[in-house]
T-cell receptor, first 114, second 118 residues
Framework: EAQVTQNPRYLITVTGKKLTVTCSQNMNHEYMSWYRQDPGLGLRQIYYSMNVEVTDKGDVPEGYKVSRKEKRNFPLILESPSPNQTSLYFC?????????????FGPGTRLTVT | GENVEQHPSTLSVQEGDSAVIKCTYSDSASNYFPWYKQELGKGPQLIIDIRSNVGEKKDQRIAVTLNKTAKHFSLHITETQPEDSAVYFCAATAPDSISNFGNEKLTFGTGTRLTIIP
């Protein structure tokens, strides 16, 4: 089954404790992206990757890191989480050719930073 | 950059009635307008999309209309059913002026929570 998976689905942590949210897709998509969803703000892009070893900032990259060492995986790293990073996070992937617009989203990771 | 506004933020309709959600965008270069449905506990899923070279697209009970001059597009759901209850997001994409490599960035609206009343 074609899908994007994220782990963990739920995470409660404390300020400053480094964490990683994993994302994996089995569709051989070149493009992967991370979004955060907050009430009243919709989905905002954090980082995206056009292919292995190619990453770039989205609209709200501060406090986040990403890496793309393999095509299927795109982990989101919070080196020193803060309470304002409490949010619902989604990973997405799509084909990276002009016109390949449909993004496939993972099930989400709800992060709480206390 | 692109800015997408979506209205209303909440919408309740009687089962069987129609629902309409409206979005406006700011970047006249935007040329792709998808609609995503997000059910409780799940990620957004594409339900319909339209490109700027057409004015309307239908898929069974769902339709999307686009007015490029006014820079707005709308989602229409007819004969609503309880399973249509969800949060709906519109989005707009402007082509990447630097490369043709599919880096069209999606800018989302703020979402509409649609509730179908049985």
């Amino acid at each position: 089954e074609a899908q994007v998976t994220q782990n963990p689905r739920y995470l409660i942590t404390v300020t400053g404790k480094k964490l990683t949210v994993t994302c994996s897709q089995n569709m051989n998509h070149e493009y992967m992206s991370w979004y955060r969803q907050d009430p009243g703000l919709g989905l905002r892009q954090i980082y995206y990757s056009m292919n292995v070893e190619v990453t770039d900032k989205g609209d709200v990259p501060e406090g986040y890191k990403v890496s793309r060492k393999e095509k299927r995986n795109f982990p989101l790293i919070l080196e020193s989480p803060s309470p304002n990073q409490t949010s619902l996070y989604f990973c997405a992937s799509k084909i990276a050719y002009r016109g390949g617009n449909e993004q496939y989203f993972g099930p989400g990771t709800r992060l709480t930073v206390t | 950059g692109e800015n997408v506004e979506q209205h209303p933020s909440t919408l309740s309709v009687q089962e069987g009635d129609s629902a309409v959600i409206k979005c406006t965008y700011s970047d006249s270069a935007s040329n792709y307008f998808p609609w995503y449905k997000q059910e409780l506990g799940k990620g957004p899923q594409l339900i319909i999309d339209i490109r700027s070279n057409v004015g309307e697209k239908k898929d069974q009970r769902i339709a999307v209309t686009l007015n490029k001059t006014a820079k707005h597009f709308s989602l229409h759901i007819t004969e609503t059913q309880p399973e249509d209850s969800a949060v709906y997001f519109c989005a707009a994409t402007a082509p990447d002026s630097i490369s043709n490599f599919g880096n069209e960035k999606l800018t989302f609206g703020t979402g509409t929570r649609l509730t179908i009343i049985p």
